[in-house]
C-alpha cells in the first residue's frame, strides 16, 4: 500500500520554532508529528512511503529513512508553493496503478483507515464540525459524494474534509492533478486537490465518506498544545524516564534518557532524549531533544532542541494576603 505526505510547509505560524527545525519533526507525546502519522500508516498496512518536502526537507528524508528502515520511504521536492494538487503530482513516478493514500503531514488523527483503500469507490474522511466556513466539505447525495466545497460562505454541509484520501487507483490520481495543472485553474491562487477530485466526480468517479474518531490540529503553537494534552490523556507518550527527588504529575510523556533532578514535572508534559531538567517546574509543554533547564518555571510553552534555560533564584518576605508573579 503507497501513501503520499505532503510536507513542504514552512510552518510559519511557528516561527521562531521553525526556523531550524521542520514543523513535522516537533515532537508531542513522545513522537513526532510525521511519526504519530507514519504509525498509524504502517498499522494499516501502508509499505511504501513518498514524502513531498521542501523547506528543510533534507531533515525531514533522513528522519524518516532512518526511523523506518522497514518500509519504501522516497520522496519528492516541491519548489514552488502553488498548491496541494500540485505537490500530489510531484509523487507520480512514485505512484503506480494500485490504490493510494494521500495524508496531510500537519494534522493527527485517529482512525480505521480500512475504508480509504479496501472500497470500491474513492474514499474521503469527515468530521462532523460546527463552524464549516473555515474547511473544505463534501456535500452528499445519499451515500456518494456530489461535491465538493473549499470554504463555503453559505451552509452546504457540515461534514468538513479532514485530510485522509483514498484513491482505488494512483495513477487516476495523477491523471486528474495533471490535468487541473494544464488546464491553469486555480483556486485562492493555488492547485487545489478538492479541484482535482471534483474533475473525477464531473468524470464520473464516485466517491464515499468514512468518519474519523479523533482529528488533532497542529497549526499553531496554541493548538499543538492541545493536541498534546488529549494524546497524552488518551495514554500516548513513553513513560516517566528517571528522576532523582522530583515529583511527576501525570499524565506525561519522558524519554528513558531524560534526567529529572529535584523538579516538579507535568501535567501534560512531553520531554524527549538527552534532556535534563534540575531544580525547576514544568507543566504544559513539549521540551525538544537535548534541552537544559535549570532554577525555571515553565507552562504552556514549546522548546526546541539543544535550548538552554536558565531561571533565577527569588528571594521574598511576602506579608498576608499578597499575591505575587514572577
Known amino acids: 500500500m503507497h501513501a503520499i505526505i505532503p510536507v513542504a510547509g514552512k510552518g510559519t505560524r511557528m516561527r521562531p520554532l521553525t526556523w531550524s527545525m521542520p514543523k513535522v519533526l516537533i515532537r508531542l507525546a513522545g513522537r513526532t508529528m510525521l511519526g504519530h502519522i507514519i504509525d498509524r500508516l504502517v498499522d494499516a498496512g501502508v509499505d511504501h512511503v513518498t514524502l513531498v518536502v521542501g523547506y528543510l526537507g533534507d ?13 519504501k520511504v522516497d520522496h519528492a521536492v516541491q519548489e514552488e508553493m502553488n498548491g496541494l494538487a500540485s505537490a500530489i503530482n510531484l509523487a ?11 495524508v496531510l503531514g500537519d494534522t493527527l488523527f485517529s482512525a480505521d ?19 464549516p466556513r473555515r474547511f473544505g466539505v463534501v456535500v452528499m447525495e445519499g451515500e456518494r459524494v456530489e461535491r465538493l466545497v ?18 482505488r487507483s494512483g495513477e487516476g490520481l495523477m491523471d486528474a492533478t495533471e490535468r487541473l495543472i494544464r488546464s491553469g485553474r486555480k483556486t485562492r491562487g493555488e492547485f487545489q486537490l478538492t479541484d482535482a477530485m471534483q474533475m473525477m466526480l464531473d ?13 488533532y490540529d497542529c497549526g499553531k503553537p496554541e493548538t499543538i498544545l492541545e493536541t498534546n494534552r488529549r494524546l497524552l490523556d488518551l495514554g500516548e507518550g513513553r513513560g516517566e524516564g528517571h528522576s532523582d527527588g522530583s515529583v511527576i504529575v501525570p499524565p506525561v510523556s519522558i524519554h528513558d534518557d531524560a534526567v ?19 531544580r525547576s517546574i514544568i507543566s504544559d509543554s513539549i521540551v525538544g531533544s537535548g534541552t537544559s ?34
Not at 150 to 167: C, M, Q, T
Request: net charge negative; aromatic share 8%.
Open 260 to 278: 529529572i533532578v529535584s523538579s516538579v514535572v507535568g501535567p501534560h508534559v512531553s520531554i524527549s532524549s538527552g534532556c535534563r531538567v534540575e
Open 150 to 167: 473549499e470554504k463555503p460562505s453559505e451552509f452546504v454541509s457540515d461534514l468538513a474534509i479532514v485530510g485522509i484520501y483514498g484513491f
Open 203 to 215: 468524470d464520473g468517479e464516485e466517491f464515499g465518506v468514512f468518519p474519523v474518531t479523533g482529528w
Open 59 to 71: 531533515e525531514i528524508v533522513e528522519w524518516a529513512t532512518g526511523s523506518y528502515p522497514g518500509i
Open 113 to 131: 483507515l480500512s475504508p480509504a483503500f479496501d472500497s470500491d469507490r474513492n474514499m474521503i474522511a469527515v468530521r462532523k464540525v460546527e463552524d
Open 92 to 102: 507520480s513516478p512514485m505512484t503506480g496503478a494500485g490504490p493510494t493514500l494521500v
Open 293 to 326: 533547564i535549570t532554577g525555571a518555571v515553565i507552562t504552556a510553552s514549546i522548546l526546541g532542541d539543544d535550548a538552554v534555560i536558565r531561571g533565577r533564584p527569588s528571594r521574598l518576605n511576602a506579608g498576608s494576603s499578597c499575591e505575587i508573579d514572577i
